[in-house]
């Protein structure tokens, strides 16, 4: 067996383990999917133990029209429990009030989109799946497969990512083991998908999320804790 067949499955088995152990907590778990690769991944591993695990995802108004096809293709395809998480205000409404935020104050923009919405649907859960991985981003780099992570109500989150040490090869070549279909805009030289208008295909080959934001941030802020 070759070490790119062989890595992935010692991974998936650290993976399954971690997910076992954040299950036994108790509580409700959600994952979160941008429909990206590796959250694909989580979902399906936590799908082995949850079927219809809430499936959030964060309709920000955004999205690529690819992103949006494929979400309901993958929906219909693996049976998802999807949860659209809408924000309080249409695209139309907030760009009569504010204009286009995405250009003139990104992060607040994210926080009306992406952060608020999340940490209000996710007050009902106990325990958070995510797709987070430290080769993704400098500020992931010590992730750690379960951590807390508080809400800005004060309550306190079990927060697992079973891939946190996975690399980029091993992401696509379990998906490719498991025949989990990867959306059409990685081909299009896409490889940190976010919201249109925000995303780009990557200034640096080196980071995969180079092409986010234009460079002017590297994170939404659903990932950071308040006052963190």
């Given at each position: 067996?070759?070490?790119?067949?062989?890595?992935p499955i010692t991974k998936t088995a650290a993976a399954l383990e971690t997910i076992e152990t954040a299950l036994r907590s108790g509580g409700k778990p959600c994952v979160t999917c941008s429909f990206q690769?590796?959250?694909m991944v989580v979902v399906r591993l936590v799908q082995r133990y949850i079927p219809d695990i809430p499936v959030l995802f964060l309709e920000t108004g955004y999205h690529f029209a690819e992103?949006?096809?494929?979400?309901d293709e993958?929906?219909?395809?693996?049976?998802?429990?999807?949860?659209?998480?809408?924000?309080q205000e249409?695209?139309?409404q907030q760009e009569s009030k504010f204009g286009l935020l995405y250009q003139s104050q990104p992060d607040q923009?994210?926080?009306?989109?992406?952060?608020g919405p999340l940490f209000s649907a996710l007050e009902q859960f106990d325990t958070w799946f995510t797709g987070l991985r430290r080769v993704q981003s400098p500020t992931r780099a010590n992730l750690q497969p379960i951590d807390k992570f508080p809400l800005p109500s004060g309550k306190n989150l079990l927060k697992v990512s079973p891939l946190a040490d996975w690399t980029d090869k091993e992401v696509w070549t379990y998906s490719r083991q498991e025949q989990i279909p990867l959306v059409s805009l990685y081909d299009a030289g896409y490889t940190s998908i976010g919201c249109e208008p925000c995303t780009a295909r990557p200034q640096d080959p080196n980071n995969a999320?180079?092409?986010?934001?234009?460079?002017?941030?590297?994170?939404c802020g659903i990932h950071i804790a308040e006052g963190h």
């Open positions: 067996m070759t070490a790119e067949v062989l890595n690769a590796e959250d992103i949006y096809a494929f979400r993958m929906a219909a395809r693996y049976g998802l429990n999807l949860v659209n998480l809408i924000p249409t695209v139309a923009c994210c926080k009306l989109r992406k952060v999320r180079s092409g986010r934001w234009a460079g002017r941030k590297l994170e």
